[in-house]
């Protein structure tokens, strides 16, 4: 949700969500939703490039995902306003565990995205090396957003509330901690 709501507020042509299941009342208004790819994440992400370039053919596209609730507007909205777009084939976000909490395209295809993505480790301390090798192969001049911790374990979560302590993944982060014990 704190994702969501933040990308709501950063300047963009198009909010595309690309979701395994159905919306509910959380989605907020002037998202277009399309669903998620089969397959492994690399082929996922590849395949919600194509989806991207698909709705919008020259519009650049960034892919973010949800385990980062602690990105702030400011984050995005300065690197990739128009200004500093000039001349930036590609954005990445690395994340604290050698991942990568964001990615973006100036000129995504479905194609460039394939060679990018398919075949790269996911979830390993090498998973984003691999991928900047990749956009370096392929000529793109990238763009580096701040390193963020994207939340995979529970210290990883505690981190990231600490982090932001005022959003909606704290606030639900505390309410398990005050949860009664559930006997079993």
């Known amino acids: 949700m704190d994702t ?4 709501a507020t950063v300047p963009a042509g198009r909010r595309l969500l690309v979701l395994d ?3 509910g009342r959380w989605l907020p208004p ?13 082929a996922r992400l590849a395949a919600a490039f194509g989806h991207a370039a698909r709705l919008a053919p020259h519009a650049p596209a960034l892919l973010l995902g949800m385990d980062t609730p602690q990105v702030g507007a400011a984050t995005l909205a ?16 690395p994340a604290s565990d050698g991942g990568f909490w964001a990615l973006g395209l100036a000129r995504p295809t479905e194609d460039l995205a394939r060679r990018l993505l398919l075949g790269v480790p996911m ?5 984003g090396r691999v991928l900047l090798d990749r956009l370096a192969a392929a000529g793109l001049a990238v763009r580096r957003l701040p390193e963020a911790t994207d939340v995979d374990t529970v210290e990883d979560a505690r981190l990231v ?11 639900r982060l505390r309410s398990f901690r005050t949860a009664p014990e559930v006997a079993g």
């Open 161 to 171: 509330a600490a982090q932001a302590p005022h959003s909606r993944f704290a606030a």
């Open 123 to 127: 979830s390993t301390p090498d998973t």
């Open 21 to 23: 299941g159905e919306p």
């Open 4 to 7: 969501l709501h933040t990308l």
């Open 30 to 42: 002037g998202w277009q939703v399309v669903p998620q790819s089969g397959g492994g994440l690399d």
């Open 78 to 93: 300065e690197p990739l306003s128009p200004v500093r777009r000039a001349g930036a084939d590609a954005w990445y976000g």
